[in-house]
């Protein structure tokens, strides 16, 4: 299994997992033409796509897509039914694909039906999770937004996180800013400066520098307690995801 990336729009990254026989899987394909080019360029014939959420930057290629190879098997939640998913998949499902088998993990929160798309040790998040951050939450989904962050926390040390955005540096900046003694995000923000210089993805990251360096894994910690200031709450946590996301939101690097 090879991965790799098409970007896309502003900061949107289409992940393309390819066979040996140059068969490919499309993750998230936000828009039509690069995702045409870079297949032709490889020479790479998909056979599905798999989507998180309803969102027009993860879902916008699909119909054109779909036109040019209308044998594609399309994989999303249920909330993508109406933008050309063909196979509707919800929690614990598993699918299989080209002799690989994905479980799918219901990740709600930045929309009410996201999933995340799971082969050891690859997860494919959508916009739940970056590295150093977590998507906006709809409102009224904290609640949701907090039991996903937590599910994807329990995978192995050694899952690979590849969000659909490239939000790394700025996540990381806030990171710092909230603390600035944690060495674990000064040598991973200059490693992430680094890259961007060279113009250079930073993803995938891996869920054990995420549990150092990303403030929505450390909820219980106490620097994201006292950045956030609530400190004796009945729902402590919940309330420092909500605050913490709130002053990510306003942060200005």
């Known amino acids: 299994m090879k991965i790799t990336y098409i ?3 502003n900061d949107n990254y289409v992940w393309v997992i390819i066979n040996n026989n140059k068969f490919c899987i499309i993750v998230d394909p936000g828009d039509y033409i690069p995702v045409l080019n870079f297949i032709k360029k490889h020479n790479l014939y998909p056979i599905a ?32 039914k109406n933008f050309g998913i063909n196979k509707i998949c919800k929690e614990n499902d598993y699918i299989s694909i ?28 959508g916009d739940v999770l970056f590295s150093g951050g977590c998507g906006k939450i709809k409102n009224g989904m904290i609640i949701k937004m907090y ?26 900046k806030f990171s710092k800013s909230i603390c600035s003694e944690n060495q674990e995000i000064s040598n991973f923000l200059k490693k992430t400066k680094k890259l961007y210089l060279k113009n250079q993805c930073t ?6 520098i995420e549990k150092k360096i990303n403030p929505f894994l450390n909820l219980n910690k106490s620097f994201v307690q006292k ?3 609530i400190h004796k709450d009945l729902m402590l946590e919940l309330n420092i995801l909500s605050t913490l996301r709130k002053m990510k939101e306003r942060y200005k690097s």
């Open 49 to 80: 796509i798999l989507v998180t959420h309803r969102h027009q930057d993860h879902i916008g290629g699909i119909k054109k897509l779909l036109q040019s190879y209308p044998k594609l098997y399309i994989y999303g939640p249920k909330e993508t």
């Open 147 to 172: 039991t996903s962050l937590k599910k994807i926390s329990r995978l192995p040390q050694n899952t690979l996180i590849y969000p659909s955005h490239e939000y790394t540096l700025n996540n990381l």
């Open 203 to 208: 993803l995938p990251s891996n869920l054990e």
């Open 98 to 125: 080209l002799g690989y088998k994905f479980k799918i993990i219901f990740t709600p929160g930045h929309t009410s039906g996201h999933v995340s798309y799971y082969i050891k040790p690859h997860l494919f998040c």
């Open 227 to 229: 950045s956030t200031k």
């Open 7 to 9: 970007p896309i729009l």
